[in-house]
Structure formats: structure tokens, C-alpha cells
């Protein structure tokens, strides 16, 4: 038990935390997803990311983003916290499981947009966007994608917790495949909303094309300062040349060729900031 919270199943494991599934049984019996800092892992800078994920959470209300319930301290001292427990498949995943066409596919990214809308809006760069921190859930059958893990979220304009939170020098902070290029460099001071824009267009290139416009491949034996000079200068093909070139497209974008793929580069470098940026 860690409160009023009875810990039913571990569902994710990260470098200093754990989520687990678990039941609230007072004043309200539901489930929800408890994160709780390893034991062991509970130093001064992991306390104070996992304390800025938790504020990060509790800054934002918006349907497409996890919401974050409640938090404190374990019997051990670890804080935890509880937040909506959100069960999904990631957002590309979903849609080639379910060979959704173009059209669908667009529905349900630009509420992905609009959530890293209202984070920007709260002052709040998540930093790590991709796949599987979009999760598709699906209520009375319809698909909602929840944007979760903000562990690794940076604030604009005021801090997240009152202890330092530091990135030590020539630490990379993200995913490398979805790492936009300004995230790569050693000391990380350009990095604003537009990393996020970005990364939102590496989705949406993956979404539409069945592949990230650098490929996995290319990071698999390389090492640091290779995958550095790979997010930092080199130019991904346009995914006009991707769709129109590769058979193992899916079939949902193959359908499309070169047509498609000249509409997304135009999407991609106009409508994708608007979606963003634009009040509403």
C-alpha cells in the first residue's frame, strides 16, 4: 500500500522511477497509475525531475493530456505520485493495427497538437515527444490520444520546484530518432517550444510515411558523437521521396505515392506550426 493506494501490477520502468497500476479505494474506488522514484535512486536531482514532472502535470488541464490526482511521500520517505491511469497503444502503432487511411490518421494527430498547445501555453516544453509517450485510448470505441511522461519537461517562465534542476554539460536530454536538432547540441540553451514543433513533425512524418525521416538503423552502432552529427546535419530524404520509393510503405500510404507526400511536405513545413501556434 502506498496511502490509500493498493498496488496491483508494475506497467513501465524508467532510468529513476516506476509506474505501477493500482486501486484507489477512498473517498472513490478507481484505478490509477502510480509513479514512485526507485528505491536507491532518491537523490537530490532525481527528487527534484521527478517533483518537475509532477508540477508540469498539475499545470495543465486539457482532455489530451494525462491528468496528474495526487502525490506525497511513501512510508520510506520516496515520493510518489498518482495520476489518470491511461491505457493505450502508441499513437503510430494504433494506427497501422488498425490500417486507418490518411484522413484519420490527420484526425487524430491534431489533438496531439493541440495538447503540446496547452503545455506551451501553461509555459511547459515536454522534451520528449514520441510514439509511446502518445498513447490511443479508446472510449465508448472511439480513439483519444493522451500525451503522457513529462519527465523530462523544461519550463519557460517560472520553476517547477524549488529545489535545482540541473542538466549536467554534454548530457542529451530526449529520444534520439525524434530529438530535434537544437536538442543535440552540448549545451541545450536554444531549446524552446519549436523543439517540440519539431519532434510533432518527425511523428507526423512517421505517421504518414512508416518511417522516421532519420532511420533507426542509422543510430544502431554509431556512437554518441555519430548519432550527434546525424540529428545535428544530415538531411532526411522529403517524404515525397520516401512514400513514392518504398514498397514496404504501409498500404494506407502507398495508396497516395508522390501526391501525398508533396501535400505533406507543404503540411509539414506551414500547417504544423499553425496547428501549434495559432491562439484558439
Known sequence: MIGLYKLLEQIGEGGMGEVWVAEQSEPIRRKVAIKIIKAGMDSRQVISRFEAERQALALMDHPNVAKVLDGGLTDQGRPYFAME?????????YCDQAKLPLNDRLQLFIPVCQAIQHAHQKGIIHRDLKPSNIL??????RPVPKVIDFGLAKAMHQPLTDKTLYTAHGIMVGTPLYMSPEQAEHNNLDVDTRTDIYSLGVLLYELLTGSTPLESQ??????????LRLIKEVEPPKPCTRLSGNESLPQSSQSYGALLGTLLDRWADQRLANLVLQPR
Open 85 to 93: 491511469y491511461v491505457k493505450g497503444i502508441p499513437l503510430t502503432e
Open 136 to 141: 490511443i485510448c479508446l472510449y465508448d470505441g
Open 218 to 227: 542509422q543510430f544502431k552502432d554509431a556512437a554518441l558523437a555519430e548519432i
